[in-house]
Nanobody, 123 residues
């Protein structure tokens, strides 16, 4: 397994931008598919974005497509989520996750999870 620690969350106004980071421990980071999920208060956890081990293939939820960008730096064992044009409905705890199964978009395929970082967008 890989240990994951997210950072970069915060409080900001609608229309703003934020970049989340997820630092991973372990020398096998580059072999994992990495994903971002989010969970708003009172709602189920939902998929946001995923990136292949090489970084050349990505997947996005329709709700964030065109606004969010996932990327990774395997040399730094870090995955990022650049979030632009943020909306109040983006408010949630954001979780980084790692999968050894494939470029999945379902939480059950991700075996390692971070503790989450809160993003709050005010109107």
């Amino acid at each position: 397994q890989v240990q994951l620690v997210e950072s970069g969350g915060g409080l900001l106004q609608a229309g703003g931008s934020l970049r989340l980071s997820c630092a991973a421990s372990g020398r096998t980071f580059s072999s994992y598919v990495m994903g971002w999920f989010r969970q708003a208060s009172g709602k189920e956890r939902e998929f946001v974005a995923a990136i292949s081990w090489s970084g050349d293939t990505t997947r996005y939820a329709d709700s964030v497509k065109g606004r969010f960008t996932i990327s990774r730096d395997n040399a730094k064992n870090t995955v990022y989520l650049q979030m632009n044009s943020l909306k109040p409905e983006d408010t949630a705890a954001y979780y980084c996750a790692a999968s050894s199964v494939g470029l999945a978009t379902t939480a059950s395929y991700f075996g390692s999870w971070g503790q989450g970082t809160q993003v709050t967008v005010s109107s």
